[in-house]
């Protein structure tokens, strides 16, 4: 079992920045990759972007050139830091850990959430 832990959230501006942090407990030599989501409400949950155990990250392109995934040097912790934040960023965001479980499976764990809210 993983627990994820989110902190960082909050109102800003349009053209601001907020940092996100989430910090990972338990069983976390078995976590493959790790990341951020986010969900508007009526929306469906999507992605931001990913950073595996490897160091690879992957970014929706809504977030390319705005937003910056990194880890923590304990590897137990993952940051996005938000630039440029726009109206359409507001949402709930996600922590996840995910564990292969194949090629086509993974084991997945979330955080609680935290409100990212970007109004004048």
């Known amino acids: 079992q993983v627990q994820l832990v989110e902190s960082g959230g909050g109102l800003v501006q349009p053209g601001g920045s907020l940092r996100l942090s989430c910090a990972a407990s338990?069983?976390?030599?078995?976590?493959?990759?790790m990341g951020w989501y986010r969900q508007a409400p009526g929306k469906q949950r999507e992605l931001v972007a990913t950073?595996?155990?490897?160091?690879?990250?992957n970014y929706a392109s809504s977030s390319k050139g705005r937003f910056t995934i990194s880890r923590g040097n304990a590897k137990n912790t993952v940051y996005l830091q938000m630039n440029s934040l726009k109206p359409e960023d507001t949402a709930v965001y996600y922590c996840?850990?995910?564990?292969?479980?194949?090629?086509?499976?993974?084991?997945?764990?979330w955080g609680q959430g935290t409100q990212v809210t970007v109004s004048s």
């Open positions: 338990g069983s976390i030599f078995s976590i493959d990759k």
């Open positions: 950073i595996t155990s490897g160091g690879s990250t």
């Open positions: 996840n850990a995910a564990h292969y479980l194949d090629e086509n499976r993974s084991e997945d764990y």
